[in-house]
C-alpha cells in the first residue's frame, strides 16, 4: 500500500477517533452542571487560542516538518479529552481548551500538507491526485467519524449515561493513532528559514488576488461550518422537547447519535461520489451545485415545520454534507495554487481570521440559547451560502483573464 492511502487513513483515523464524544459532549457539559454560556466561552478560548497559535505553528511546521508537528498535535488531543472527562472543574476545562487550541493549530495545515506532500512526491506528474487523495482522506474522515460518533452515543447509552467513559475510551484511541502515525516516513521539504518568523510571509501569500479569493471563500465556509457544528446538538435537543417527537421511548443520547450518524454518513456518501465520479469534470460547477443544495436543504431545515423528526435529520445532513464537500474541493484548489513553501502557512491564515468570526459568533449567540436565535443564526447562513456562489463566479472570471 503505497504512503499515500496509508497517511490518508491515519487521517481519517484520527478525525475519526476524536468523534466518539463528538454526538455527546454538549449534553456531557450541560448534564454536569456547566451552563451553555460557559461552554461558549470554553470554545471562544479555543478559537481565540488557535488565533494566537495559528501562524507561528504554520510556520514552523514549514520550517520543520509537517509530520513533527501532526504527531504532536495528535498526541496533545489525546490529552485534551482526557482532561475533558473531568468536568465540571472548570481550570482543568480551561486547562483542556488551551492544550486542544495548540494541538489544533499544530494539526492546521500541517496535516493536511504531510498528506499533499506525499501525493506530489508519489504522483509528481498528476496533478489530478491532489483532488483524489484529498477527498480520500475526507471520505475516510467521514466515514470513521460516523462509526466512532454513533460508536460514542452507545457506550453512553449503555453504560447508564456515564459520558465519563467515552473520554476515557477516545483518549487511548488517539493515543493508538499517534502510535501508527510514527511508522509512516516524511521529510524535511524545506531549508529552515535562517531568519525568526517573519509578516512578510503572510503578505507573499495573500498579495496575490486569486489567493486572497481562495481564503475568503474557505473563511466562508468555515465559518458557517463551525458554529452550525457547534450548536446541532442543543438545537436538536431543544427540537425533541418543543415538537414532541416522543411517540417511542427515545434516549436522547441515542437520538443525538442518530443524528450524527445520519450527517456523517450523508458527507461521507457525497465525498464518495465526488472522488469516483466527479473530479474529473468542471469542480466550479460542482460547488456551485452543492452550495446550491446547501441553501434548499437550509430553507427546509429551518422554515418549514414537520411532524416527522427524519426530514429535520436528512435536510440537516444535506447541509453540512454539500458544504463539506465544496470545502473539500477548495481547499485542494487552494494547495495546488500556493506556493509549496507557503502551503501550511496559507491555511494557518484561513483558520486565524476564521477564528476570530467563530469566536465573535459563538459569544453572541450563547448570550440567549432558545430556538428562535438558532434558527436566526442557521437562516443567515443561507446569506452566507449566497455569497459563496458570487465568490465562485468571481474566481472563475479572474481565472479566465
Not at 312 to 323: K, N
Not at 376 to 391: K, T, W
Amino acid at each position: 500500500m503505497k504512503y499515500s492511502n496509508k497517511i490518508s487513513m491515519i487521517y481519517g483515523l484520527f478525525y475519526g477517533s476524536r468523534m466518539l464524544t463528538g454526538a455527546i459532549n454538549a449534553v456531557f457539559l450541560l448534564n454536569s452542571g456547566l451552563e451553555m454560556r460557559y461552554i461558549a466561552i470554553l470554545q471562544s478560548i479555543v478559537t481565540i487560542g488557535t488565533f494566537l497559535l495559528e501562524i507561528p505553528t504554520g510556520y514552523f511546521s514549514d520550517k520543520f516538518s509537517q509530520k513533527f508537528s501532526s504527531v504532536f498535535g495528535i498526541i496533545l488531543m489525546g490529552i485534551h479529552y482526557f482532561f475533558m472527562s473531568f468536568s465540571p472543574n472548570i481550570l482543568l476545562l480551561v486547562v483542556a481548551e488551551v492544550i486542544l487550541a495548540l494541538s489544533g493549530a499544530l494539526l492546521s495545515g500541517s496535516f493536511e500538507a504531510w498528506v499533499m506532500y506525499t501525493v506530489q512526491k508519489e504522483f509528481p506528474n498528476e496533478p489530478i491526485k491532489i483532488d483524489y487523495y484529498n477527498c480520500l482522506k475526507d471520505e475516510t474522515n467521514f466515514f470513521s467519524t460516523m462509526f466512532f460518533g454513533f460508536l460514542g452515543s452507545l457506550i453512553a447509552y449503555f453504560n447508564n449515561g456515564n459520558y465519563r467513559i467515552v473520554y476515557y475510551v477516545c483518549s487511548l484511541f488517539i493515543v493508538f493513532v499517534f502510535i501508527l502515525s510514527l511508522f509512516i516516513p516524511s521529510e524535511k521539504i524545506y531549508k529552515a528559514k535562517l531568519l525568526p518568523f517573519s509578516f512578510m510571509d503572510i503578505f507573499l501569500v495573500i498579495k496575490n488576488k486569486i489567493i486572497i479569493l481562495f481564503i475568503i471563500i474557505e473563511i466562508s465556509f468555515v465559518c458557517t461550518y463551525q458554529v452550525v457544528f457547534f450548536y446541532w446538538q442543543p438545537f436538536f435537543s431543544i427540537l425533541l422537547k418543543d415538537k414532541s417527537f416522543f411517540n417511542y421511548k427515545y434516549e436522547e443520547s441515542l437520538i443525538l447519535g442518530i443524528v450524527f450518524l445520519s450527517y456523517s454518513g450523508i458527507r461521507g456518501i457525497m465525498t464518495r461520489f465526488t472522488r469516483k465520479y466527479f473530479l474529473k469534470k468542471n469542480i466550479w460547477k460542482l460547488v456551485i451545485f452543492n452550495v446550491f443544495l446547501a441553501i434548499v436543504s437550509m430553507l427546509v431545515f429551518t422554515y418549514l415545520d414537520f411532524s416527522n423528526i427524519i426530514i429535520y435529520i436528512v435536510a440537516f445532513s444535506l447541509v453540512q454534507g454539500s458544504i463539506a464537500v465544496s470545502s473539500v474541493l477548495i481547499n485542494s484548489k487552494l494547495i495546488q495554487e500556493v506556493p509549496e513553501n507557503m502551503i501550511s502557512t496559507s491555511l494557518s491564515c484561513i483558520s486565524t481570521i476564521s477564528s476570530i468570526f467563530s469566536a465573535g459568533m459563538l459569544l453572541v449567540i450563547s448570550k440567549n440559547i432558545n430556538m428562535q436565535n438558532l434558527l436566526m443564526y442557521f437562516r443567515f447562513c443561507i446569506f452566507i451560502y449566497i455569497l459563496i456562489i458570487i465568490e465562485v463566479f468571481c474566481m472563475k472570471s479572474l481565472k479566465n483573464n
